[in-house]
């Protein structure tokens, strides 16, 4: 009987999803995002110019729109609205013009997937592991680079998505990671998530997710402690090796 339980156990604490966050994680996108925030800034008539540098901090901020109300307030205190709902009406045309230059960009084949990213997706499906994203980027950034990336017929590939729309508590509130546990039907012992980020760790960490890390340039110096593993990419990840690693956690 003992032996019963325990293998009943086992089997229900087998890894059951993939969880991926986007930005940084599916793909290093910063640069191009980065880009299209000066564009929407010059179309806009604002002077604003974010470098490397500011971009990598401004990345503690987690979703666009906060990004851009973070770096008004913060730099730009003498800027005020006129009135009522004025300065997230202007926030809200930003964004939107810098989503439409981001799109351009990967519609131009500006963004790629990270190495080894598509081969696991894959792999998962392939022996019936469920994927799943849960992200702070908008609905139509991940439509993008995955129809570029995957076909037409991507958003199949996936059995819940999370994103800006549908949790707008931003990481590293666990919110997103919540909602595709209960999307997902699944423990979080029984999930993994991918994180690029110190926001995202914390974000599936508060969810109870053990956390697989591949910083890029943008986050290298993050504080990643309580990471699964810390990776450069997924180029020599599969699908045995993350079940090895997640039945020791």
Known sequence: MFQLVFALDRKS???RALIFDVDGTLADTESAHRAAFNHAFAEFGLDWVW???LYTELLNISGGKERILHYWKTAHPDLREVDAGALQDTVNRLHELKTAAYEDAVNSGAVSLRPGVLKLMDEALREGVQLAIATTTSPVN????LRRAVGPDWRLNFTAIGDASTAPI???H???YLQMLHALKLH???CLAFEDSSN???SAAAAGIATLITPTRYTADHDFTGALR???DLGRVDLARLRRWHAAV
Do not use: E, F, S, T
């Open 13 to 15: 604490c087998m890894l």
């Open 51 to 53: 470098d490397d540098g």
């Open 142 to 145: 991940i439509a993008a680079l």
């Open 170 to 172: 931003k990481k590293p």
């Open 174 to 176: 666990p919110q997103v």
């Open 188 to 190: 979080a012992y029984q």
């Open 200 to 202: 995202g760790l914390r």
């Open 230 to 232: 810390v990776l450069p």
